[in-house]
């Protein structure tokens, strides 16, 4: 059986260790901190001060207003409090805005809210992709009318590192006066996000996915720009988002997000590097088939997505376990299902699942901040044995 330290972490999409800076300060919060930020003492005004600088570091970093973030739960909160919170604010001045697009590859916080809007009567328009992961901007054009409220569409996709140009959506959406609310769970941290140069008018972020801890999130939404809360209970968050903020998490993503500042560009390189190893070794091997963009600069730096002609995602996943690698089958929130990647499915509609199924044979990798070079060269070897072993079998 393998040690701990033998196995090799590549699933940073689904979620990133804790960096020990961030450890060091959530345990320095617990012990000094830890007053309820609504509280007039002087716990709870320690506890204040660090909800505000925290919002105004994170502000920072994405250009925005410290009065425009707004600390959730989780990515998914903040996906599911735009897109509601946006529809119920518009259900209630009885508008005729009932049209929504989004795209057919989505994160299912967004692709489910959607699903649900659909089944009250609204009208949703999923865009198609081209087999790198692009959005149709042309269908995009041709879909946006005066009954469109807001178009949805992830920057950087969880699965195949795609990165949409979302300023040139938030172009078009202004040209409609419709607006835009972009998912950037995976982006944030890695490529640069600028919600002012970019246009956006809703941003949502998640902590764990930035070395920072489980259990916090942000929803950007910018000034001028109305939703209703979908839960009740306090006035935190600006009536939005009831309940003693997680100052503890929240402070934690600052401090990460402070250190991405610093980072960021060297690492993207970095990991850019290895991902173009892994392209230029895997390009040609027969029985494997990479996936979304061979453009370093319109993917998310560390991600890669191959799919195997024989073997299904979950055995491979479970054969490199054995080898001692940690990789991934599509979204981590969607890892108890046995269907096929709906991201895979869509990059190639015109294949039928007899001539090769790589949606269900498709896997996940994304290298990280802690991954050395190393570590990437035994991952890719033990992908070629293991499509080795599948080929000798075959034979």
Not at 274 to 281: G, R, V
Not at 363 to 368: A, D, E, T
């Amino acid at each position: 059986m393998l040690k701990e330290k033998q196995f090799i972490y590549c699933d940073n999409a689904a979620t990133t260790q804790t960096r020990q800076e961030v450890t060091k300060l959530l345990a320095e919060i617990d012990n000094e901190s830890f007053g309820n930020s609504s509280s007039l003492h002087h716990y709870g005004q320690k506890a204040k001060n660090l909800l505000e600088t925290s919002r105004e570091t994170i502000a920072k970093f994405i250009n925005a207003e410290p009065s425009e973030i707004y600390f959730t739960r989780s990515g998914t909160e903040a996906n599911n409090l735009a897109i509601l919170g946006l529809t119920d604010k518009v259900k209630s001045l009885n508008s005729n805005q009932k049209h929504i697009i989004t795209s057919s590859i989505e994160h299912s916080s967004v692709d489910l809210p959607m699903k649900k809007l659909e089944a009250e009567g609204w009208q949703i328009t999923r865009l198609n992709v081209d087999e790198e992961g692009f959005i149709d901007f042309e269908q995009l054009e041709r879909e946006v009318s005066e009954h469109t409220l807001l178009v949805s569409i992830i920057h950087g996709n969880n699965e195949i590192g795609t990165i949409q140009d979302i300023k040139r959506i938030a172009d078009l959406c202004k040209k409609h006066n419709v607006l835009f609310h972009s998912d950037t769970v995976q982006s944030i941290g890695k490529v640069p996000v600028d919600v002012k140069e970019q246009g956006v008018d809703f941003l949502s972020i998640s902590g764990h996915k930035v070395y920072a801890p489980k259990g916090v999130g942000v929803l950007y939404i910018k000034k001028g720009v109305s939703i209703s809360p979908l839960f009740w209970g306090g006035g935190q968050e600006g009536n939005l988002i009831p309940g003693t903020e997680n100052i503890p998490g929240i402070a934690g993503l600052a401090k990460a997000i402070d250190l991405r500042t610093e980072e960021m560009f060297s690492e993207a390189q970095r990991l850019k590097e290895i991902q173009q190893i892994f392209f230029d070794e895997l390009i040609g091997i027969s029985g494997i088939q990479l996936n979304g963009s061979r453009d370093l600069e319109k993917r998310i730096p560390g991600n890669i997505n191959l799919s195997f002609d024989e073997i299904k995602g979950d055995v491979a996943i479970l054969r490199l376990n054995l080898m001692g690698v940690c990789a991934s089958s599509g979204s981590a929130c969607s890892s108890g299902s046995i269907e096929p990647s709906k991201v895979i499915s869509a990059l190639y509609p015109n294949r039928l699942p007899e001539e090769c199924n790589w949606a269900a044979n498709s896997i996940r990798l994304s290298f990280g901040l802690f991954n050395t070079r190393e570590e990437a060269l035994f991952v890719l070897d033990s992908i070629k044995k293991l499509s080795l072993q599948f080929s000798s079998l075959k034979r």
